[in-house]
């Protein structure tokens, strides 16, 4: 697994308006236990990201664009993942976890809505400088997953769907997730 210790600047580079990048020391993952897929030859860089108070942990794959970025499902977290990543290259992997889950801040469910999780990922998308991007939405990932694409196609070269489902309304869509489509 990828851990590394925390590198901090004292300049912090702003990716965007509401993402805020920390980046961590690399790790090399080519020895890592857990993955049992080929040697993985990339760096692991782990990141944080700001959103809205808390902090959003990603693990950082470098590799050919566009990205894949892999969405959890629950009560899973980015490490679900591991397996996976070295089959995926030479092409550049993001995981990171929920608002919640795995290595990232915890929030008060009673404020969570759920327009927060697109807003979550519009944050990695953005702190990352990831202008298109190939999404994988695995188990409750997938809906998130489905309604980025909806709500924001032109960032989505293409949805990769695992073990997952579908039941949104019309209803849920004008529960402000429409303010995240480009203008």
């Not at 890592?32 to 693990?59: A, F, K, M, Q, W």
């Not at 929920?98 to 927060?116: C, E, H, I, L, N």
Request: net charge neutral; aromatic share 8%.
């Amino acid at each position: 697994m990828c851990h590394c210790a925390p590198r901090f600047t004292k300049t912090p580079t702003v990716a965007s308006t509401s993402a805020l990048i920390i980046e961590q020391a690399p790790t090399a993952t080519g020895n890592d236990h857990d993955h049992n897929g080929p040697e993985l030859s990339s760096i692991c860089r782990e990141r944080s990201v700001t959103h809205d108070g808390g902090r959003l942990y990603v693990r950082d794959y470098p590799g050919l664009s566009p990205a894949i970025v892999a969405l959890h499902g629950f009560p899973d977290d980015s490490h679900i993942y591991n397996r996976m990543i070295g089959r995926l290259a030479p092409q550049r992997v993001v995981a990171f976890d929920w608002v919640g889950y795995g290595r990232s801040t915890r929030r008060d469910s009673k404020q969570f809505s759920a327009p927060d999780r697109q807003r979550e990922l519009l944050a990695v998308l953005d702190g990352l400088e990831l202008e298109q991007v190939v999404l994988v939405g695995r188990d409750a990932g997938g809906p998130e997953a489905i309604d980025f694409t909806v709500t924001s196609p032109v960032r989505v070269a293409q949805l990769v769907q695992l073990n997952t489902y579908y039941g949104r309304t019309a209803r849920h869509f004008g529960a402000g997730i429409g303010d995240l489509r480009p203008q």
